[in-house]
């Protein structure tokens, strides 16, 4: 009973093999309580909750109230992250994708560059509705970077349009109409 791998691992079978979902939720919450310092598998019981349809804000929540396991794991932190920037806390989702070291892993391949990229077009969009068009395009231009922290580059195939799109926007109300002349051509013109 208090073995918590297999509670995890009657949760694993529940979802993906007889599509129980409500006892597969059960398993996990058993697995968690018998080891609740379990970084990994507090992340599991989290995508669990994802695939079940469970609140942004319900599992913001959660990770929140565990952030000494969060700050364990490159996928918890993207997690939060993302649970950060769904419920439009874009500065906690750009501070923390800003403050970690991440290390590339299997799958998550691009998924620290992508919400670095999500806030810093949230932010942008919420300085030029503030007609604050200096700091929108400060954070459009941090979209289109890959911090050296992230430990990943953009790739070549993407479109980053819409990022170019939203910063001649920035540049044109700030009165720089030929940066945004050059901004709107590359959105125009990407080819992948």
Do not use: M
């Not at 599509?19 to 019981?45: C, G, I, M, T």
């Not at 992508?114 to 068009?133: C, M, P, T």
Request: hydrophobic share 35%.
């Amino acid at each position: 009973a208090s073995f918590s791998t297999a509670w995890r691992n009657l949760g694993i079978a529940y979802f993906n093999i007889r599509h129980q979902r409500a006892k597969a939720r059960s398993a996990y919450e058993r697995a968690f309580r018998a080891d609740p310092a379990d970084a990994r598998l507090f992340y599991e019981r989290d995508q669990l909750w994802k695939r079940l349809g469970e609140k942004p804000e319900r599992r913001l929540r959660e990770l929140s109230q565990r952030l000494d396991l969060v700050e364990t794991r490159d996928d918890l932190s993207i997690e939060l992250c993302a649970l950060y920037n769904q419920t439009g806390q874009h500065h906690e989702a750009a501070e923390l994708v800003s403050s970690r070291k991440f290390q590339p892993w299997e799958g998550g391949e691009g998924d620290p560059l992508g919400q670095h990229v999500r806030s810093q077009l949230a932010l942008g969009r919420a300085a030029v509705l503030k007609s604050d068009f200096t700091t929108a395009r400060a954070h459009f231009e941090l979209a289109l970077t890959s911090p050296q922290n992230l430990s990943e580059a953009k790739h070549l195939l993407p479109t980053q349009s819409d990022i170019h799109s939203w910063l001649g926007c920035a540049c044109a109300d700030g009165g720089d109409r030929h940066s945004a002349r050059r901004h709107w051509s590359a959105a125009a013109s990407f080819k992948g």
